[in-house]
């Protein structure tokens, strides 16, 4: 079965650190994969998301993920992370049939 | 609407009642999904609806779950005989289309919080 795995549960950074969050991914086929963020109080909100072509792929707020194939892993990251950027973020697998394969979050908490 | 909505936003029961959570999809989104969120992990995939098609229910926990949707528009969530572990942020999201290898981005709603005394 299709499973996604964080590794960091909870980050905790100073301002203008640089942030990369892990993401693995179990399936051998095609995927779609996806970060997701929630920022306190808000709804779930789309990062970024990789279909097809450049592994690099670059999202909203300075946010960029890397598909590696052969590691099956999109890791997020962010040269120097803002206050603002205070939140819980989820890596997604989309699977053969629609449905997102979750992982289970990162809390990052950006000290000013 | 804008986005999509659910009601209510916050639901408080007792053990062994039932109750219905409700999501109104993005207007044009053929494909809708329930997630559920527990304290401290993370998304879990409950059901998907995806036109007329039939409904994948292979995300609900037990046969107290279920879920029914109107056309291509409002769903709605009823889980019965609620037990504590049911307490949770229920999700609801919508996409275009949800067609094997067509990406299409999900939104989500702002969920509801169930909490079962």
């Known amino acids: 079965a299709q499973s996604v795995s964080q590794h960091n549960h909870h980050v905790i950074l100073s301002e203008a650190a640089s942030l990369e969050l892990g993401c693995n991914y179990s399936y051998g086929g095609t995927v779609n994969l996806f970060w997701y963020v929630q920022y306190p109080g808000q709804h779930l909100q789309l990062l970024l998301k990789y279909f097809s072509g450049d592994p690099l792929v670059k999202g909203i707020k300075g946010f960029e993920a890397e598909f590696i194939k052969s590691k099956f892993s999109f890791n997020l990251r962010k040269p120097s992370v803002q206050w603002s950027d205070t939140a819980e973020y989820f890596c997604a697998v989309e699977s053969n049939t629609g449905k997102l394969i979750f992982g289970q979050g990162t809390t990052l908490q950006v000290k000013p | 609407g804008a986005g999509v909505s659910q009601s209510p936003s916050n639901k408080v029961t007792e053990k062994g009642k039932d109750v219905e959570l409700r999501c109104d999809p993005i207007?044009?989104?053929?494909?809708l999904y329930w997630y559920r969120q527990r304290l401290g992990q993370g998304l879990e995939f409950l059901i998907y609806f995806q036109g007329n098609s039939a409904p994948d229910k292979s995300g609900l926990p037990s046969d107290r779950f279920s879920a029914e949707r109107t056309g291509e528009s409002v769903s709605t969530l009823t889980i019965q005989r609620t037990q504590q572990e049911d307490s949770a942020v229920y999700l609801c999201a919508s996409s275009l289309s949800g067609l094997t290898r067509y990406y299409n981005e999900q939104f989500f709603g702002p969920g509801t919080r169930l909490t079962v005394l």
């Open positions: 207007s044009g989104h053929t494909a």
